[in-house]
């Protein structure tokens, strides 16, 4: 296998910050980071009536699927997206080519708003997602996997 | 692609079932959906067509319960069988941790059943994984039908690497979860060893 991700409590607690600040400056609904594969890793606003595994799962699809559509194009791949809804719109970025941001919003915001504070939260996911691979690379052997035992295995299966 | 969550302790896996078209995937999901504690699941979601087929993918999130203080959680996609939604299928495998191919046991689609066979070994490879690598195991289904194959052809042409293999009738759930427990199994165990 290749590429596991890893989340550490630090970055886990500065990408938390990032999606905090972008909803608040640019008066969305949500903020989503999806891992590629979709996975949700951090969510702010107002998401308890969401479901954001679910929403993770289906927007990573949408992302992928759209990156088949640029492939078959000769684009090395649509990095935005935006769905108008009525009362909802949704906004979905690739981030450093690893995560998906997602911000859903309504006219309380804009369209231009949510693209300029995306802008600056890319950035910024950016740096912390550069410091995560840097960081997971330099630690190869997780302990926590290495002291899982055959039998702590077969625990999880005993009906 | 596994994802190791330090920070929500949870440890998350991506399992794919692959087969022929109305080999039995869809309704191996919606069988483990519908006996699996709500607690335990959320919503499953089906992409599919007017008519039912899977158009894109099915996706049901599970909880197995606890390792080490890690929750464990697979979400579970099916592939669509039918042969020309192959670029669909390709995007579905990325990420993968552990793939089970769900055989239909009639005889009449043994040739499906290689052709789909054939098709997953090459779109694993596409992705840089191989099937000599990557936590596997084969399902033979629709055992209760009375044109299924004897399970020595089937394991000729689905099975050449001998990994374990499953009789099932998904309609009625035999087979479905020893199924899916060998296949999380063997993912977690190739974590272990850090796969």
Known sequence: ?159 | MSFINYAQREINCKIVYYGPGLCGKTTNLQYIYNKTNPEAKGKMISLATETERTLFFDFLPLSLGEIRGFRTRFHLYTVPGQVFYDASRKLILKGVDGVVFVADSQIERMEANIESYENLRDNLQEQGYSLDKIPYVVQYNKRDLPNAAPITELEEVCNPKKVANFEAVATKGVGVFDTLKAVAKLVLTELKRGG
């Open chain 1, 1 to 159: 296998m290749t590429n596991q991700l890893v989340m550490y409590e630090e970055e886990l607690s500065q990408i938390n910050d990032v999606c905090d600040q972008l909803h608040r400056d640019s008066n969305a609904k949500a903020v989503l980071v999806i891992d590629k594969n979709g996975q949700a890793i951090a969510a702010a606003g107002e998401v308890e009536s969401l479901d954001v595994t679910s929403l993770s799962s289906l927007t990573a699809g949408n992302v992928a699927a759209t990156g088949g559509i640029a492939s078959l194009l000769a684009e090395k791949e649509f990095s935005g997206q935006f769905h108008e809804g009525e009362r909802t719109n949704v906004h979905i970025s690739i981030v450093a080519g690893r995560v998906i941001l997602v911000v859903l919003f309504d006219t309380r915001s804009s369209l231009g708003l949510v693209r300029l504070r995306v802008k600056r939260a890319s950035t910024e996911l950016t740096r912390i997602l550069d410091e995560l691979v840097r960081k997971s690379q330099s630690n190869p052997s997780s302990a926590i996997l290495a002291e899982i035992t055959d039998d702590d295995i077969d625990n999880l299966f005993n009906d």
